[in-house]
């Protein structure tokens, strides 16, 4: 079963630019989350799909930032106009319907994203 | 607020015993976690205690105490690819959001 992919590995984009990374979960996970890694700091979680819904978006630092998941399937994070301070690590994690139980959250690798 | 705690560095010897300590406070609580990490790599899942105790998986361990905010990662027999971040999370009852600690590297020595 293929894991949880992220695309691209690695971006360097100029402040001002627009960058769209790509996420696409493990089959058949509805729950999909955003999380980003700052340098020296720790992950931070983003958002929270649940299928084609925006079920939490607390953690989205601005309106820069725009993530959508059209089909619930796989998700886009958009950041326009890119910031220095955007730079980071961005992770993507999918899971299965968590209801009352839970159920892990199964990592992309992530893209490192350097706005210079 | 929320505030987790954990080692910034750790050191160890190849076949020795380790342990990563974590201390938490969160407004809401429902299980802790404690991921792997290696560099440039995903947070890989280790372990996730919800109530009080110890886990036993293999070589590595978790414990858990809910009234002191504090959960620790044995690590036994360590192996050379241990090396690697170690992730203490936990995940607020209110809306199933996981917070992370910054993380502890561990080296291992040969």
């Known amino acids: 079963e293929a894991g949880v992919t992220q695309f691209p590995s690695h971006s360097v984009i100029e402040k001002g630019q627009t960058v769209t990374l790509r996420c696409d979960p493990i089959?058949?996970?509805?729950?999909l989350y955003w999380y980003r890694r700052v340098m020296g700091k720790e992950i931070k979680f983003l958002l929270h799909?649940?299928?084609?819904?925006?079920?939490?978006e607390s953690g989205m630092p601005n309106n820069r930032f725009l993530a959508e998941r059209t089909g619930g399937t796989y998700s886009t994070l958009k950041v326009q106009p890119a910031e220095l301070e955007d730079s980071g690590v961005y992770f993507c994690?999918?899971?299965?319907?968590?209801?009352?139980?839970?159920?892990?959250?199964?990592f992309g690798p992530g893209t490192r994203l350097t706005v210079t | 607020g929320q505030n987790i705690d954990q080692p910034t560095e750790m050191t160890a010897t190849e076949g020795a015993i380790v342990q990563i300590n974590c201390t938490y406070q969160?407004?809401?609580?429902?299980?802790l976690f404690w991921y792997q990490q290696h560099a440039g790599e995903a947070p890989t899942f280790l372990s996730y205690?919800?109530?009080?105790g110890l886990e036993e998986k293999g070589r590595f361990s978790s414990f858990l105490s809910r009234s002191k905010g504090y959960s620790y990662l044995l690590l036994k027999e360590l192996q050379m690819k241990d090396s690697a971040s170690y992730l203490c999370?936990?995940?607020?009852?209110?809306?199933?959001?996981?917070?992370f600690g910054k993380g502890t590297r561990l080296h291992i020595l040969p």
């Open positions: 205690n919800v109530l009080d």
């Open positions: 799909f649940v299928k084609e819904s925006k079920q939490d």
């Open positions: 089959s058949g996970h509805d729950n």
């Open positions: 969160t407004s809401g609580f429902n299980g």
């Open positions: 999370a936990v995940r607020d009852h209110r809306d199933d959001k996981i917070i």
């Open positions: 994690a999918s899971s299965q319907d968590t209801g009352l139980a839970y159920f892990e959250q199964y």
